[in-house]
């Protein structure tokens, strides 16, 4: 089974059902739903998202929100020797560089990043597609 990572921007998308991207990035948590592939994201994201959506939905929906995630993905931890990587890494974009050595650093082999930002994964050795690619290249290997 794929696993694959899931940025905060592609989350964001679907919390705050932003178009045009809101159709491509629920088709990608639907896979992981129904067990096609198996999601991942990190603590780092959920504080993210908390913080970007605070303003805009109501503490109880966001909560919700967020539970309903876990259900369907696993967190990586970002903790010191992540830090410490990304701070002495070629990332142009430090919280960026915490998501990729969260999953480096990980053991759960994640095959696939998905965001709409891949200019910012550059350094990236595992393979970066926003969910409209990532769904193309999912429907044509099935």
């Given at each position: 089974m794929e696993k694959v990572f899931l940025d905060s921007d592609v989350l964001v998308d679907v919390l705050s059902e932003r178009q045009p991207f809101l159709t491509d990035s629920e088709r990608v948590?639907?896979?992981?739903?129904?067990?096609?592939?198996?999601?991942?994201?990190?603590t780092l994201v959920f504080a993210n998202i908390y913080y970007v959506l605070r303003k805009i939905t109501s503490r109880g929906t966001l909560i919700a929100n967020l539970n309903a995630l876990l259900e369907i993905m696993d967190l990586l931890s970002v903790d010191e020797?992540?830090?410490?990587?990304?701070?002495?890494?070629?990332?142009?974009?430090?919280?960026?560089?915490?998501?990729?050595f969260s999953i480096e650093e990980s053991r759960h082999q994640i095959t696939t990043i998905l965001t709409r930002n891949i200019k910012d994964f550059k350094a990236s050795n595992i393979p970066v597609f926003t969910p409209r690619e990532y769904l193309v290249k999912f429907i044509a290997n099935q």
């Open positions: 948590l639907k896979l992981g739903e129904v067990g096609e592939i198996k999601i991942y994201t990190s020797s992540v830090v410490k990587i990304a701070l002495n890494s070629n990332f142009s974009d430090f919280e960026d560089a915490l998501q990729y």
